[in-house]
């Protein structure tokens, strides 16, 4: 049975002092059994978090790269090594404002996984594609390298995370019935692709605008298994809120 997941992605917020008053909070609440909590602050704070027993610790990004001349780099090994076990890789304001292509974030992918990561992948159509009706053919694409080049037992070792670009950080929010089609289209690919018991292993996640007053309604559809969280993912309160929604 594939696992209900709420990872909240804190991007470039929060000075020290606050980072670490927001991770005391979530460390010491208590979540339902069946729901696995992600939280992934930036990378300066990882390896002052990454001892967290009660929640798990994700990193934002990771190089390509094994390792060498790549200033402000950091490795998959790296990652492993101050004990994390997830990142995410192919957000949307990465492909967007790191210009980072389809090619690069799978190279990413296949370095989590060689090193032991739970790699939580993006993907996600701009509103322009939407209106286009072109949405599923974009997703298809963004999904095509790990489908065609990953084995079905590591394609079930990954996240996978639905995020209307159009609905990042601007407050508008599928209508969970858009929701559900985008994420049912996914697993549907999927067990075209391998099978359906392979489709069935995989959590996938809705980000977009996910808060306290519609986290309930969307987490009820059939295919979604859960919210990579922006915004509501800087206050305890509405994260926890979020997390107990299912």
């Not at 049912?184 to 995989?202: C, D």
């Not at 059939?222 to 997390?243: H, M, T």
Request: glycine share 6%; charged share 20%.
């Amino acid at each position: 049975m594939r696992k209900k997941i709420v990872a909240g992605n804190w991007k470039m917020n929060l000075n020290k002092l606050d980072a670490v008053e927001l991770f005391k909070s979530l460390e010491s609440s208590v979540y339902p059994p069946d729901v696995e909590v992600i939280i992934a602050p930036p990378s300066i704070y990882l390896d002052s978090f990454s001892n967290a027993s009660n929640l798990k610790i994700a990193s934002q990004d990771v190089s390509q790269n094994s390792n060498g001349a790549y200033t402000g780099e950091f490795s998959s090994e790296m990652l492993f090594s101050i004990n994390l076990r997830f990142a995410i890789v192919g957000h949307s304001e990465r492909r967007v404002f790191h210009n980072e292509s389809d090619e690069m974030i799978f190279n990413k992918v296949k370095s989590l996984l060689n090193n032991g990561l739970t790699p939580i992948f993006c993907c996600g159509e701009s509103l322009d594609d939407r209106n286009n009706g072109i949405q599923f053919d974009v997703v298809n694409s963004q999904l095509s390298n790990i489908l065609n080049n990953l084995s079905s037992s590591d394609l079930e070792k990954l996240i996978i995370a639905y995020e209307p670009v159009w609905a990042i950080g601007t407050g508008l929010t599928a209508e969970p019935s858009d929701a559900q089609a985008m994420h049912s289209y996914i697993r549907n690919t999927i067990a075209n692709k391998f099978t359906t018991k392979t489709s069935e292993q995989i959590s996938i996640l809705y980000g977009g605008s996910c808060k306290p007053a519609n986290s309930k309604e969307l987490f009820s559809m059939k295919d979604i298994d859960g919210g990579l969280i922006g915004g509501a993912s800087l206050d305890s309160n509405s994260f926890l809120a979020i997390v107990n929604s299912f």
